[in-house]
C-alpha cells in the first residue's frame, strides 16, 4: 500500500517554525500545526483508500472486460478527486509560507524595536546622569515652594524652577554653585526682618551638597570679621560687644575650599 510523499517543505518549515517562534505566536503555531497535521493525516488515509480502490479496479478489469467502462469511469473520478486533494494541499503549504514569512517580519520588526527601545532607555539614562545634580538641587528647592528663597533662587536662574529638561539646561548653563549663592544673596537681605525657617536651612543645606558647596556658619560667641563675614544689624548686648549674637543666614563655599562664595550674615552685639 503506497504512502503518502513526505513533503520536505512542510517539513522544513515545520522545524524552523518551532524553533524561531517566541511566546507570542506559541499558541498560533500549536494550532496550525494540529491543523496541518489533521489535514495530512486525513488526506493521507483517503489517499491510501483511493490507491486501495484504484489497484482494486486495474485488477477488475484484468478479471472482466464487461465492467471496463465502468471501472474507468470510477477510476477518473479517484484521479480527480486526488488531484483535488493535492491542489488543495499545495494551497496549504503555500498558506502556511505566507504565514511564515509575516511572522519572520513581525519579529524583525518587533527586534527593531527593541533596539529603538533599547537606545531611548540609554539617552534617558545619559540625560538622567548628566543633570543628576541639577535634578536634585531643583527636588530641594522645591520643597519650600512660595518661600523667598525658592522666589529668590528662580529670580536669579531667570527662569521657570521646576523639574524640567529645561530648567536643569539652565542651571547648567549658569552653573549651579552661581544660581545658589546668587540666591543666598538676595534671600539674605530680608533674613533680619524675615528669618530663615527650618524648611528652607534643610533646603539650603541640601541644595548646597546638590551643587557641590557646603553651607559655612558663623558660631555665636565668635569675634566678629569683616573679612569672612556681612554684618546684617546690630544689637545691644553689652556682654557680648563685638560678637557674633545670632547667624540669620549661612554663607557658602566650594566643597573642600577656603575662601566663600557668600559670607554667613550676622548680628552683632553692642554696648
Not at 517543505?9 to 524561531?20: C, E, K
Not at 504565514?99 to 518587533?110: C, F, K, M, S
Not at 555665636?220 to 570679621?225: D, E, H, I, N, P
Request: charged share 25%; aromatic share 2%; glycine share 8%.
Amino acid at each position: 500500500m503506497a504512502t503518502p510523499p513526505d513533503d520536505p517543505i512542510a517539513r522544513a518549515w515545520t522545524v524552523a517554525l518551532r524553533s524561531q517562534l517566541d511566546a507570542v505566536v506559541a499558541q498560533f503555531e500549536a494550532q496550525l500545526r494540529q491543523h496541518v497535521a489533521y489535514s495530512n493525516a486525513s488526506h493521507g488515509r483517503e489517499l491510501a483508500g483511493l490507491n486501495a480502490r484504484i489497484t482494486e479496479l486495474d485488477q477488475s478489469l484484468v478479471a472482466s472486460r464487461a465492467v471496463q467502462s465502468q471501472q474507468a469511469a470510477e477510476l477518473a473520478r479517484l484521479l480527480g478527486e486526488r488531484e483535488r486533494w493535492t491542489l488543495e494541499a499545495r494551497q496549504l503549504q503555500d498558506a502556511l509560507r505566507a504565514q511564515t514569512a509575516e511572522l519572520t517580519r513581525l519579529r524583525d520588526e518587533l527586534a527593531e524595536r527593541d533596539d529603538e527601545a533599547r537606545t531611548l532607555a540609554m539617552q534617558v539614562q545619559s540625560l538622567d546622569a548628566q543633570f543628576a545634580s541639577e535634578r536634585e538641587l531643583v527636588a530641594a528647592l522645591l520643597g519650600v515652594p512660595g518661600s523667598q528663597l525658592f522666589d529668590a533662587a528662580q529670580a536669579t536662574l531667570g527662569a521657570a524652577l521646576d523639574a524640567t529638561p529645561g530648567c536643569y539646561g539652565a542651571l547648567k548653563a549658569k552653573r549651579m554653585d552661581v544660581v545658589l549663592a546668587g540666591a543666598m544673596r538676595e534671600r539674605g537681605r530680608s533674613a533680619v526682618r524675615s528669618a530663615l525657617g527650618d524648611d528652607e536651612r534643610r533646603a539650603l543645606s541640601r541644595a548646597a551638597a546638590a551643587a557641590g558647596c557646603e553651607l559655612v556658619e558663623a558660631a555665636l560667641g565668635q569675634r566678629y570679621s569683616a573679612a569672612s563675614m556681612d554684618k546684617a544689624g546690630e544689637r545691644a548686648e553689652p556682654a557680648e560687644e563685638g560678637l557674633v549674637v545670632a547667624c540669620v543666614m549661612p554663607g557658602l563655599r566650594l566643597a573642600g575650599s577656603a575662601g566663600s562664595l557668600v559670607h554667613p550674615r550676622v548680628i552683632v552685639g553692642t554696648a
